[in-house]
């Protein structure tokens, strides 16, 4: 089944301590994207990638790391957790995005992260 | 900054009635518009893409765009209850060499009643 795979879809940490959140795609995608959402405020982008090691800030980057060492995977990295990170994650992938065909995000599952 | 606007509702309409959700965006050199439904408590699932100015239909839905006026909406023929969600706006706002950097309104929640 081609899909988005998150990991974990819930988790509870203590400020400070780093943490990563797995996002894999098995449909061989180009672009992957990590959004988060928050009430009032809606979807917004992280950071997304158009290839292997090529990727770029969204409009909220800040305390937030990305790599994209193989095409399928592309983790999110929280090198010290805040409680002002408590969202709702979202990775995305896209066969293409951009002009012309544009398939646009298929997103994953989620990942609720509680930060204390 | 560019921003992508949509009345947050809620909208309510009757079963069976026409569901109109509107969207205006900022960047004028935008190509590319979806829109996208979300269930409570669930990812969001595109439902259309357009790229050209006019309509598009896929079934139920009508996607329209005027890059003239920087506006795009969506109409659901027949809505049935559970088209109940809510619907998000997004747009493409990168170039060539920005592919991916796909913004999002912050959403209209319609309400489908029996």
């Known amino acids: 089944e081609a899909q988005v795979t998150q990991n974990p879809r819930y988790l509870i940490t203590v400020t400070g301590k780093k943490l990563t959140v797995t996002c894999s795609q098995n449909?061989?995608?180009?672009?992957m994207s990590w959004y988060r959402q928050d009430p009032g405020l809606g979807l917004r982008q992280i950071y997304y990638?158009?290839?292997?090691?090529?990727?770029d800030k969204g409009d909220v980057p800040e305390g937030y790391k990305v790599s994209r060492k193989e095409k399928r995977n592309f983790p999110l990295i929280l090198e010290s957790p805040s409680p002002n990170q408590t969202s709702l994650y979202f990775c995305?992938?896209?066969?293409?995005?951009?002009?012309?065909?544009?398939?646009?995000?298929?997103f994953g599952s989620g990942t609720r992260l509680t930060v204390v | 900054q560019k921003e992508v606007e949509q009345n947050s509702g809620p909208l309510s309409v009757p079963e069976g009635a026409i569901a109109s959700l509107n969207c205006t965006y900022s960047d004028r050199g935008s190509q590319s518009f979806f829109w996208y439904r979300q269930y409570s408590g669930k990812s969001p699932e595109l439902i259309m893409s357009?790229?050209?100015?006019g309509d598009k239909e896929d079934g139920r839905f009508t996607a329209q765009l005027n890059k003239a006026s920087q506006y795009v909406s969506l109409l659901i023929r027949d809505s049935q209850p559970s088209d109940s969600a809510t619907y998000l706006c997004a747009v493409n706002v990168g170039r060539y060499n920005q592919g991916g950097k796909l913004i999002f309104g912050q959403g209209t929640e319609l309400s489908v009643k029996p």
């Open positions: 449909m061989n995608h180009e672009y």
């Open positions: 990638s158009m290839n292997v090691e090529v990727t």
């Open positions: 357009i790229y050209s100015n």
């Open positions: 995305a992938s896209s066969l293409s995005v951009g002009t012309g065909e544009d398939y646009g995000y298929t």
